[in-house]
């Protein structure tokens, strides 16, 4: 299909679904008052639990290999291509009475990994192998371990715009740390004779950060009952922290040869964005003191220049962070 015919019925799938929605918004059946929490104990904690499926994308190059012919010369470089990996997502919450706003206190774990190895002539694109001189080497192999922690606080309060449609503004403080170890193995045949130089590289960089947050979540409700109702979700959110950025290099080979390397640590702003759409499922029971709610959904998170890592192929990475995939969430309130 033609690219030009899919942006041009864009619009009129767009008035479409607009028309169905406002008409859906404006009619007598369906909830009268769908709410996000019982409506008979306006004052109650809520414990979630998320189960997370994401995929990692970061662009770091780890090596490059130079091949020669007789007008030019070829660079390929080696970079890691993560795979997707489990995670977590825990939270604690608090509905308070008075005017009916809510906290939310949420930790996510998240770690993924990914190797890589290729055949020389090859090059390390390090500062630490490098300053060792010798270069190219006959075997390269690296690993990357990611390591994410993350803590959000929230306020925010859930206002009924219509009998269908919930818009919870909040702002909150997003704080924690995203740790990025790569560990590469190096092996330079017949280097002495038969024997062979074996080398190790160990790259460190530590991240932590803190700041302010702002959100904004919607939610569309649809169903015919009081007690549950199916619902599309939407939210957004961004924040601004405070990061600081480590980095350390250690090389040593068979020769007992150390390099040790350090960058300046860096403190600048750090800018993330987050977003999810996703189903959910609202029901109410024991006489509306409690509420259960199940979403799933797809969510990405975006986080600028996470990688500081300086190469020696392109200087100072600069590369985003960015984390996707599925988030499932059970939530109860008592």
Known sequence: MDLRNIFRAIPKVVSVISIIFMKHLSSDDGLANPSIRPKAQPKTIDMSIEALYWYTTEEIDWAFTLHHDQSSTQTSYKSFVFNSAPGFRVGLGYNMEHDQWDTQLNYTWFQSKASASSNGPITPGFSAARLSLLEPFSKGK????LHYNMFDWDL????????HLLVRPSLGIKA???NQIIHSHWELFNFIGPYSLFATENLK???????????LTTKWCFGNTQKQFFSLIGAFEAGYLWGHWSIQ??????????????TTPRSFGSF???SFIGLGWDCNFDHDRSHFEFKLGYEIEDWFNQCQIFSDISGAQNNDLILQGLRASLRFDF
């Open 142 to 145: 690296a690993n990357i371990n």
């Open 156 to 163: 925010g309060r859930t206002y009924l715009i219509s009998k």
């Open 272 to 274: 993330m964005l987050h």
């Open 249 to 262: 290099d250690r090389y040593v080979d068979t020769l007992h040869t150390v390099i040790d390397t350090k």
């Open 176 to 178: 924690g740390w995203i």
């Open 205 to 215: 960089q530590y991240f932590k950060a803190g700041g302010p947050k702002g959100g």
